[in-house]
């Protein structure tokens, strides 16, 4: 017999639970179907973020930048470390450890807001009267409204298919049972650079290639020329405007062929390999053809403004439908759209999403870069504060990168902040609210912030949009 929800909500990650919990609070009666599972084949919602993304990765970054801090850093301040050894064993049973407390504190938020859990994958089977009909294991559920949030999935080269042992994706770099001597990445995308760096901080030989001949070329590009060089000093070694030819596997590991941006052909000898090229929408399993759900060329979900779809009733956020793929991003429309089924005017400003790499430095940035802004033909004022010259950074011992603040040259409003340093991450969302706001860089440079912070760097970049910095 079927269970007849208001909303049910297909995928548990970042949009999808969020969703399901927002609907739940709103008086909606709420299911949220999920497949993923844990080591011991119970549930574990929270998606690709919470289990082979955004949470395992920043467990070992933090780990890693650990040992790194102990090995290389510790006797600035100090302290004398003997014998110092990592357990990788160890490190990786923390990030699992950590991982399987977001997934039983999502599950416990579904308790909470009584939203009912069905574990398994969500397909459509029909459209009926009541709504939507869903299959999940040996259920049936019917939705009045249905909620498609099931993300995405690592993008393979063409004929290389992932085997998690040699070629991998993020799913096998967090597995990596022992530092490795050599690991080669194939793009300089976020993933790539966070499992780089993590790998390179306990003792592996990393190297990047990278189709593209700039790096980071989302990232404005006096902060990507920036984290370049940060990058580059730490011993990551970068090479752009590559050519990926032919990827062997073998019982010694993985050889590949790749011509250089000179044109010289290359090849690189690696234990591992990890593919970092992008993300691809995953509807596996979800059989929108049987309910005539529309794709686009991409595999993506066809969405309008407010993330629905060309059915009524039925909604997509996330992942699976345009816009950038971060798990925040996804949060937000999740909150939108319960919001919208319930009567009410969910909103999401796609401007004001702020965007992190949690490399060290860290990059995070919010709104339009300098090179947009100049393709635009948009007249700006820019700004800059170096860590260098911020006290709270020289106490920490890191002083790398800066501050940028972007500003129209005429009404002074916030455009974009771009930050590589400390913190970053955390820094951002002071610009994130700013802009939200239509602040000015003058209000910026007018509030008052605590001596010492990393934040006063944020002010003085306001400040010196206008050219009047008091420190630098």
Known sequence: MAKNFDVVVIGGGPGGYIAAIRAAQLGLSTACIDEWKNQAGGPAPGGTCTNVGCIPSKALLQSSEN??????????HGITMKDLAIDIGKMVARKDAVVKQNNDGILYLFKKNKVSFFHGRGSFVQATAEGYEIQVGEETLVGKHVIVATGSTARALPGVPFDEVKILSNDGALRIPAVPKKLVL????????????VWRRVGADVTVLEALPTFLGAVDEQIAKEAHKAFTKQGLKIELGVKVGEIKTSGKGVSVAYTSAKGEAQVLAADHVIVSIGRVPNTTGLKPEVVGLKLDERGAIVVDGECRTNLPNVWAVGDVVRGPMLAHKAEEEGVAVA??????????NFNTIPWVIYTSPEIAWVGRTEQQLKAEGVAYKAGTFPFLANGRARALGDTTGMVKFLADAKTDEILGVHIVGPMASELISEAVVAMEFKASSEDIARICHAHPSLSEATKEAALAVDKRTLNF
Do not use: C, N
């Not at 040992?67 to 600035?76: C, I, L, M, N, P």
């Open 339 to 348: 919001e919208r089924i319930a009567g009410q005017h969910g909103h999401v």
């Open 186 to 197: 194939i793009g300089s995308g976020v993933i790539g650079l966070e499992m780089g760096s």
């Open 67 to 76: 040992y790194e801090e102990a090995a290389k850093h510790f006797g600035d």
